[in-house]
């Protein structure tokens, strides 16, 4: 079986506070992807980005990082330095080996408040 | 420009009336897929396409069909809508295999009265 649960429903921070969003997963499989997608008011779901199970590398892009454990079956995501623009809904999602679809998580609605 | 569509953006219709979403990509993906989107369960697969004349059920497949008759196009059919079938509708689009991200097209919001 294959989950992932995001347990904040909702966040909000002040601007230029940093936030961090939670993802907990749970698959059987060895080798498996994990996504991150970001769903702005105006409703389309944009891709973040990609981790496979075998690199373990914290990942930083501008204001974004990842920080993918293993060990505590995390895949968290950190926004440095909020801006208003990041309001949104941010989605964590798992595919394993041979699955056919992404596992979503139920999102997390981050309010940057200015 | 690599891009899902998808159409109609927005939909009211009743009860029992069938409706298509059409669903295109122009990135010559083998891989497609449809999902529903609602408040507090996230996105859940109702079908997907592994190539053309390839479909099977995702999570949710009751009340849908598809079809793949061709590599662009993946639409989604509602034979008899019902209320429960009000939601927000996501065509998705990949390269074959599980590692790769998928595209998403800008969402159908369909309400069914």
């Known amino acids: 079986a294959q989950k992932v649960t995001q347990a904040q429903t909702e966040i909000s921070v002040v601007e230029k506070e940093d936030v961090t969003l939670d993802c907990v997963y749970e698959t059987r499989d060895t080798t498996y992807y994990l996504f991150w997608y970001k769903q702005p008011p105006s409703g389309e779901l944009v891709f973040l980005i990609r981790?496979?199970?075998?690199?373990?590398q914290n990942e930083i892009s501008g204001r974004y990082s990842w920080n993918f454990q293993k060990s505590t079956s995390s895949f968290n995501f950190t926004i440095t330095a909020s801006q208003v623009v990041d309001s949104a809904v941010y989605f964590c999602?798992?595919?394993?080996?041979?699955?056919?679809?992404?596992?979503f998580g139920t999102g997390t609605r981050l309010t940057v408040i200015p | 420009e690599a891009q899902v569509t998808q159409n109609p953006r927005y939909l009211i219709t009743v009860t029992g009336k069938k409706l298509t979403v059409t669903c295109s990509q122009n990135m010559n993906h083998e891989y497609m897929s449809w999902y529903r989107q609602d408040p507090g369960l996230g996105l859940r697969q109702i079908y997907y396409?592994?190539?053309?004349?390839?479909?099977d059920k995702g999570d949710v497949p009751e009340g849908y069909k598809v079809s793949r008759k061709e590599k662009r196009n993946f639409p989604l059919i509602l034979e008899s809508p019902s209320p429960n079938q009000t939601s927000l509708y996501f065509c998705?689009?990949?390269?074959?295999?599980?590692?790769?991200?998928?595209?998403f097209g800008p969402g159908t919001r369909l309400t069914v009265t």
């Open positions: 999602a798992l595919r394993g080996t041979g699955a056919n679809n992404l596992f």
């Open positions: 981790r496979n199970s075998f690199d373990e």
């Open positions: 396409s592994m190539n053309v004349e390839v479909t």
């Open positions: 998705a689009s990949s390269l074959a295999g599980f590692s790769y991200e998928q595209y």
